[in-house]
Nanobody, 121 residues
C-alpha cells in the first residue's frame, strides 16, 4: 500500500520561510509527476506547484518567485521551499503523486493527509 506523508508545516511570521517535505513509502514501482496543493478555509483546493519525472516545474502565479519545488527520487521525497510567506499562504498543504504501485501496469494519483501552514501578520 502506498502512503504519502507530509511534514514541515507550522506557524511562521509573515516574511518567513518554510520547507515542506513529502515522502512516499510502500510498494512503489515508479513515481511520475508530483505536486503540492493547498486548501484554505472556505476555499477550493488549488495547485501550488508541480514537478515532472524529468524535473520540469510549474508554479501557481501566487507563489511564483517565492517558492521552489524539488524532488529527490532516490529518497522518494518531494520538497516545497517557500520564502517571503504571506498571511494569504495560510492553508493546509497537500502532497500528491502519480504512482505505479508494485507490479501493476497502471498508475494512480495518491494524496497525503496534509500539513498545516499558518502565516501570522
Amino acid at each position: 500500500q502506498v502512503q504519502l506523508v507530509e511534514s514541515g508545516g507550522g506557524l511562521v511570521q509573515a516574511g518567513g520561510s518554510l520547507r515542506l517535505s513529502c515522502t512516499a513509502s510502500g510498494s512503489i514501482g515508479s513515481i511520475y509527476s508530483m505536486g503540492w496543493y493547498r486548501q484554505a478555509p472556505g476555499k477550493q483546493r488549488e495547485l501550488v506547484a508541480s514537478i515532472t519525472s524529468s524535473d520540469r516545474t510549474n508554479y501557481a502565479y501566487s507563489v511564483k518567485g517565492r517558492s521552489t519545488i524539488s524532488r529527490d527520487s532516490a529518497k522518494r521525497t518531494l520538497y516545497l521551499e517557500m520564502n517571503s510567506l504571506k498571511p494569504e499562504d495560510t492553508a493546509v498543504y497537500y502532497c500528491t503523486a502519480l504512482i505505479r504501485e508494485g507490479t501493476r501496469y497502471y498508475s494512480e494519483n495518491y494524496w497525503g493527509q496534509g500539513t498545516q501552514v499558518t502565516v501570522s501578520s
